[in-house]
């Protein structure tokens, strides 16, 4: 994948598809407050364990709200992932995104609820709803990649690399991603 970014400018957001901007105002024990905060969709993420490679299946791809903040993390390592924006079982949204984004054709029966917990709680707060499945050759049925004009990317990480993984600051990652190894190794190994 290129790591030429260019023309990179910041806009105000005028009519928001995906997030909304808003000024949230209350009062809690007696004291008027304010607070800045995005309403958006809440997600899925799948941590998929490929048994032949012996290897987690992560996505990497470029994230301008990353880069925004650091020029040097142009590329996020993620699990697959995706938005709730539809109405149907979280189940069939973790198989879709498995599919798109990676290529993979996996039974609905064969993706695990993990757990859920919440994101950018200072900002957000959107809940994430994290699922495992195992994988293997015979269910790729295409490169996967992403849809529309999403640019993503397969690694193949091998188990035995997943603490250096974790612990090397230079790759952006996702506290998700992290729990979910951790997750792995105290359920599957």
Known sequence: MNNKIENFKIEPLDEPEYVHPVKIKYTQN?????????????????????EEKESFVLV?????????ND?????????????VDKNTTLEQIAKEEI??????????????????????VGVSGGCQHLYYSKIND???????GGIHDEQIELMYLPLNEYKEFI???????????MFAFMWFMENRI
Not at 71 to 83: H, P
């Open 60 to 68: 990497r791809q470029f994230r301008p709200a990353v880069y925004l």
């Open 30 to 50: 007696g004291k008027d407050k304010t607070w800045e905060a995005v309403k958006n969709f809440d997600s899925v993420a799948i941590l998929l364990y490929h």
């Open 138 to 144: 015979s269910m790729k049925i295409h490169e996967g």
């Open 71 to 83: 020029e040097s993390k142009k590329f996020t390592y993620e699990l697959c992932a995706g938005l």
């Open 99 to 120: 599919d798109e984004e990676c290529g993979f054709d996996v039974p609905v029966e064969s993706i695990e609820k993990i757990t859920s917990f919440y994101t950018n």
């Open 167 to 177: 612990y090397d600051e230079s790759k952006a990652k996702t506290p998700g991603l």
